[in-house]
């Protein structure tokens, strides 16, 4: 959590306070730290997340601030092929309780596709905006193109600008582009400043970046964590990049899917045939991983399995050749950034 204000000196200054909630919060507070950038060097506005269990914390904030936002990312997973989020209503009950308890000129940023989210606006008479994929949302993304990074539109009350993030990849990113979006329109920032800081957000260790790798070969980092569901859109993403000679994916366990692993890791593997040239699987779950990538038709001499990182990472990097792009996922608990680190340039 972050470190609360003082009360007496908030009071007296009143900054505006934009506070991030939901699922998604770490990196939309930083994408929306960065377009506010000035503002918050100037200390008119102060930008925290929070889990839900803690939100009551801010109350006072965000009744004594200038202009005080609550921004609610998703409450589900995100689906790689689905425009909609099953958001669990458990985890809202906090953060609706908060929103019931603001003021009307207070401001709510929430996640359309979530309907889960969305439906705290019926609880409320705050000022709203949307967000989302879906054409209804205040804000939405359109005609989304890969590269060495995403192109795509954020489309605003008529307005269309392009976007640019830069080695950046996946809709938990395009979400968070559009929560910064709505939120630094209510700061007087039109979409062409918006889209110009953003091109200069660094990727994010672990979430989906592209870095340069050893034997001048590209890394695809989703270290970080891993579910089922975002683990199929890297690898579904790792097959639309264009202009590299081999995908390879190097993958570890996902920890705690619970009864249906291997079911889940299964599938996956299904993935892996349809859109990588090798596959890697490090951890006892992720070998079911490569039985669905055989069974699905990939050669056995493709697919290389491994009890633990070093003796994997060993195999990797003799493998690795010029121009291949390289995604590394899997569990927190599977230190896949080892991986990472292991085949990245080194300068």
Avoid at 52 to 79: D, P, Q, S, W
Avoid at 207 to 236: C, F, H, P
Wanted: some cysteine; proline content about 2%.
């Amino acid at each position: 959590m972050n470190k609360l204000p003082n009360k007496i000196i908030f009071y007296f200054k009143k900054p505006s306070l934009v506070l991030v909630a939901g699922e998604g919060r770490v990196l939309a507070k930083k994408m929306i730290s960065h377009v506010l950038k000035e503002q918050i060097e100037q200390k008119k506005v102060l930008v925290f997340e929070t889990e839900g269990r803690e939100i009551e914390k801010y109350l006072f904030f965000l009744l004594n601030a200038k202009t005080g936002i609550l921004v609610v990312t998703h409450l589900g997973e995100i689906l790689p092929d689905k425009n909609f989020i099953i958001g669990e209503i458990e985890k809202r009950e906090k953060i609706l309780d908060l929103a019931k308890k603001l003021p009307a000129q207070n401001h709510l940023v929430l996640n359309y596709d979530d309907e889960t989210v969305r439906e705290i606006d019926d609880y409320t008479n705050l000022k709203t905006f949307t967000f989302g994929f879906d054409e209804k949302a205040d804000f939405f993304v359109s005609d989304i193109k890969f590269n060495h990074g995403m192109n795509f539109k954020i489309n605003h009350r008529g307005s269309c600008v392009p976007f640019w993030l830069e080695r950046i990849f996946g809709k938990e990113q395009i979400y968070s582009a559009l929560a910064a979006t709505a939120v630094a329109t209510l700061f007087d920032l039109n979409l062409v400043e918006i889209s110009q800081a953003l091109r200069e957000f660094p990727p994010q260790p672990g979430k989906m970046r592209l870095l340069e790798g050893m034997n001048d070969s590209w890394i695809l980092d989703d270290s970080e964590s891993a579910t089922v569901y975002s683990m199929v859109e890297a690898i579904e993403i790792l097959g639309k990049l264009e202009g590299f000679k081999r995908k390879i994916a190097v993958l570890g366990d996902i920890v705690g899917v619970g009864k249906y692993t291997i079911e889940a890791h299964e599938a996956i593997g299904e993935k892996v045939a349809k859109n990588c040239d090798l596959l890697f699987t490090i951890g006892s779950r992720a070998k079911f991983i490569a039985k669905g990538a055989f069974e699905r038709g990939m050669g056995s001499e493709k697919i290389f399995e491994f009890d633990e990182l070093k003796s994997g990472v060993d195999k990797l990097k003799e493998e690795i050749k010029e121009n291949d792009l390289v995604l590394v996922d899997g569990s927190k608990e599977m230190k896949m950034s080892e991986v990472v680190n292991a085949i990245r340039k080194i300068w």
